[in-house]
């Protein structure tokens, strides 16, 4: 249904257009205009016609008709692809579910520009990977972390090869996958042999207190999309950076210009002055107990707090879930589900001041947001008076929350666009495979994956989001510069400034409380 509605809007922008030509008014209003305004008013419109029309045309190949080969889809990405295109080849490649043997695995032509030093949030890649780096990794501990993985995927020579040994739920393994094989196009030949074990279950499982100590074992290397402070689980960016076809959400790059044009829509200013949240509060006993600080008519603690029902919003097209359309607070607010979750980058987007309610797990990018200048943080124990102090603090330091709204729409924007993400997981994989003391083999359940096994026999909006979030071909400059590892004594300084900034709001909260019940 929301496909159908989807690729029905870009059919009326692309026609609306050739329908006004069709109109003798046009004709009249150019008669009345001089010789050179005619030649430049035509010149425009014949730019204008060309470019709608190479849109129509590209939009009908990635519907997928029988008689043509996939290309690329480029009905968001009208960028120039500037480099040499791998072709997507699903004739030959659909009946007989083999890779292309003629796949790029080699790193000719990285000679290139080098680009900026890569955002800090990749420094944590030399503290997750810290437990590995002196001993390197052993095949005994690779086996090892396949006790919960979902997968284990082998890259040897720029190839890559799965084994899978449980699937996991809806697709988050199969966009996990997809998202290692564009890099894996992105980057040929650069990724270093090496084999990961994958668990796409959400918590992490790696306790640090058995690996730690004289006679601790060495912890199994064990990849997955979140971790906390008492795990050793590598965390890796999540399916949904490539799409999530189950609840219509699009690849991060089609959706993170649609939260930037979204945010377009309502300055700040003319926002709804309260904290706004939907989802679903089943997953986990914290989000129940926000729904207790919902407007009614006996309370206001300023928040306005909204059940998604996904059963309800697949029947309906998910008119009433479209992420773009929800940068209509001055405040949103985060909370984690079950563990973290996928929704705090689209929150972040949106230009509102975000209340993060005390989080317990982190993600990839989450250890480069900075409390009061990235978001406000909240109480996990006493959120209704939080959020409440929050938001009026918000619409009494009007400036100052927009500031804050403003520079964690501008990380998202910026440190966090497809570029970085491909960044970080190859700086990862290749910190990761560098560690390894021996060449990974291929066991007989191992088969070849390939950007053509997945997406030939995909359908609907899978085979879409595919389509949508392929990459083209090699990068035409290299990954970003790794920033160095902190020394001890700054990590210990930058996590004692973040406690600190939070303590300070609790205390202002705190004093703001106690004058409150004086009155
Ligand atoms: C792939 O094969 C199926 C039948 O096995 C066919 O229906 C489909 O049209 C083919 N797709 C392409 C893109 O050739
Ligand atoms: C919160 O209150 C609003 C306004 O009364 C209501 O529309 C909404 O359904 C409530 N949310 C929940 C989760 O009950
Ligand atoms: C920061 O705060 C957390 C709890 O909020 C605590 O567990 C941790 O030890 C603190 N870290 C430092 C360096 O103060």
Known sequence: MGEKNIMLEHENNGWGLFRHFKYGIWWQFIKTLSRSTVVVVFSVALIVALFYTRMLDTHVLSRGSSTKPLLTSKIYDTRPFLGHEIPLDCHTHNLTKSCPTNYPTTKDNYDLPSSATCPEYFRWIHEDLRPWAHKGITKEMVDRAKKTANFKLV???GKAYLETYEKSFQTRDTFTLWGILQLLRRYPGMVPDMELMFDCVDWPVVPRDHYIGPNAKDPPPLFRYCGNDVTMDLVFPDWSFWGWPEVNIKPWEILMRELKEGNSRTSWLNREPYGYWKGNPAVAQTRQDLMKCNVSDKQEWNARLYRQDWGKESKQGYKQSDLASQCTHRYKVYIEGSAWSVSEKYILACDSMTLIVKPHYYDFFTRGLNPLHHYWPIK????????????????THKEKAQNIGKAASNFIQEELKMDYVYDYMFHLLNSYGKLFTYTPTLSPEATELCVESMVC??????????MESLVKGPSNTKPCTMPPPYDPASLLAQIKGKNSSIQEVELWEKSHWDQNMKS
């Open 155 to 157: 890259i040897l020579n």
């Open 380 to 395: 996990e124990n006493d959120k209704c008076k939080s959020i409440k102090f929050a938001v009026d603090w918000g619409n």
């Open 457 to 466: 026999k995909a359908e609907g909006r899978e085979k879409k989001f595919m």
